[in-house]
């Protein structure tokens, strides 16, 4: 069975960094692209970063560039995302997903497993 499992989440303040990371089982983990999302109550899920089966290449969204970063290790079957300057408007359920395909996609419903979510909340 395919699981997806998020930790690293947590309470932080304003201008602090965290790490979330996202392990994988049950799939061959190299072919999946991976991808970052968020949802904040009341909102729609909305992209955050997303990165190739291979690691090659990375997509971030417009409000996320610059402060944070994916990565992925397929020889420990899981994907990274480093957080730094924190933010309040960044306090939403973290997710992670996996899509069968090489490229990367923004697009949430283009992916095929997601993880349960892990909260961050950042104060200011």
């Known amino acids: 069975q395919v699981q997806l499992v998020e930790s690293g989440g947590g309470l932080v303040q304003a201008g602090d960094s965290l790490r979330l990371s996202c392990a994988a089982s049950?799939?061959?983990?190299?072919?999946?692209?991976m991808g970052w999302f968020r949802q904040a109550p009341g909102k729609e899920r909305e992209f955050v970063a997303a990165?190739?089966?291979?690691?090659?290449?990375?997509y971030y969204a417009d409000s996320v560039k610059g402060r944070f970063t994916i990565s992925r290790d397929n020889a420990k079957n899981t994907v990274y995302r480093q957080m730094n300057s924190l933010n309040p408007g960044d306090t939403a359920v973290y997710y992670c997903?996996?899509?069968?395909?090489?490229?990367?996609?923004?697009?949430?419903?283009?992916?095929?497993?997601w993880g349960q979510g892990t909260q961050v909340t950042v104060s200011s």
């Open positions: 997903a996996a899509r069968f395909a090489i490229g990367i996609s923004h697009r949430a419903y283009e992916y095929d497993y």
């Open positions: 049950g799939l061959i983990f190299s072919t999946y692209a």
């Open positions: 990165i190739t089966s291979s690691g090659i290449s990375t």
